[in-house]
C-alpha cells in the first residue's frame, strides 16, 4: 500500500514542472483578483470547475481569489467531485496518507476521513483515486491559496443526493472547513447551446434548486448535495465567473462549459 497517490495528471491538465506550474496559477489568480467580484464574503462552499488549466483555469481561480482573507483560518478542505474513470456504488474515500502534485505534499485529514467511513454509503478505494483528475486539478490551487491545511478527498460515484448530503453534513465544521464541489457544466454542444444550456443551470444553481441532471454537469450529485446543504444553512449562492472551453482555449463546434460559484452566509459581509 502507497503511503501517497503520486500525481496522476501533472504535465497533461496542468504544467507538470513545480516552477511552471506555480507560475500558471498564479497568473491566473492575479488575473481574478483584478475583476469586481474578487471581494465579497468569506465563502464556506466553492463550485469550481475540473479541466485543464488552459480550458478552465482562469473560472477556477475567480473562486480561489474569494479565499485571499480565510488563507489562515481554512484548515480543512472536504473536495467532492464525480469519478471519471472507476464507477462504484456511493462514495470512496483514500487510504492514503497524503496526495502529491509538483507543488509538494498535500495531507489527508485521516480523522475526517475516519468519520466519513462511519456512513454506509462511504468506501475505502484507492482505485478510484490513483487515476481521477476531478480532486486532483485543485490542489495546485489550494496550495496557492490556503496556508497550513488538510483535504478530504471524496470521489462520487451512483449515490443520491440525500447519501452525499449526509456526508456534507457529517463533515461541514466550522469557519476551519471549506467545502469544494468539483463540476465542470455542459459537454461537448455547439457554443451558443452551450451557453443556453449553462445558463438555465447558473439560474437553478443560484435558486439552491438540487435537481441538475448529468447533462448539465458532471458532477451534479455533489452539487445537488451542496444546494441542499446551503438552503438549510441559510447559506447565499454568487457566480463568479461563467464561460466554455470555446471562450478560453476551445474551437467553439464543441465546447464544454465552466462556472464557478461561491456560498457564504446569507446575512455575512467583509
Request: aromatic fraction near 6%; hydrophobic fraction near 45%.
Amino acid at each position: 500500500m502507497r503511503d501517497t497517490r503520486p500525481a496522476a495528471v501533472a504535465g497533461m491538465f496542468y504544467p507538470g514542472l513545480p516552477a511552471e506550474l506555480a507560475a500558471n496559477v498564479r497568473a491566473c489568480l492575479v488575473e481574478a483578483a483584478t475583476r469586481p467580484r474578487a471581494g465579497g464574503a468569506r465563502p464556506k462552499a466553492l463550485i469550481v470547475p475540473h479541466a485543464g488549466y488552459i480550458y478552465s483555469g482562469p473560472i477556477a481561480a475567480a473562486a480561489y481569489a474569494r479565499l485571499a482573507a480565510a488563507h489562515a483560518t481554512i484548515r480543512r478542505v472536504v473536495i467532492l467531485g464525480p469519478t471519471h474513470r472507476v464507477a462504484i456504488r456511493g462514495l470512496a474515500v483514500p487510504s492514503v496518507r497524503a496526495f502529491m502534485t509538483p507543488l509538494g505534499e498535500v495531507e489527508i485529514d485521516r480523522k475526517a476521513a475516519a468519520l466519513a467511513l462511519t456512513l454506509p454509503q462511504v468506501q475505502q478505494n484507492d482505485e478510484v483515486h490513483a487515476l481521477e483528475h476531478a480532486l486532483e486539478v485543485q490542489l495546485p490551487f489550494l496550495q496557492a491559496v490556503l496556508d497550513d491545511f488538510r483535504i478530504v478527498p471524496i470521489a462520487v460515484g451512483a449515490a443520491s443526493t440525500d447519501e452525499v448530503a449526509d456526508v456534507l453534513d457529517r463533515l461541514w465544521g466550522g469557519p476551519e472547513t471549506l467545502i469544494l464541489v468539483s463540476s465542470d457544466l455542459s459537454h461537448y454542444h455547439g457554443y451558443a447551446e452551450a451557453r443556453a444550456i449553462d445558463r438555465n443551470s447558473v439560474e437553478e444553481v443560484l435558486a439552491l434548486s438540487p435537481f441538475l441532471d448529468h447533462e448539465q454537469a458532471c458532477g451534479a450529485t455533489p452539487i445537488n448535495a451542496l444546494l441542499m446543504c446551503a438552503r438549510r444553512r441559510n447559506l447565499a449562492p454568487e457566480l463568479l465567473d461563467l464561460r466554455n472551453s470555446g471562450d478560453t482555449a476551445g474551437d467553439k463546434s464543441r465546447v464544454v462549459g465552466y462556472a464557478s460559484f461561491a456560498f457564504a452566509e446569507a446575512s455575512s459581509g467583509e
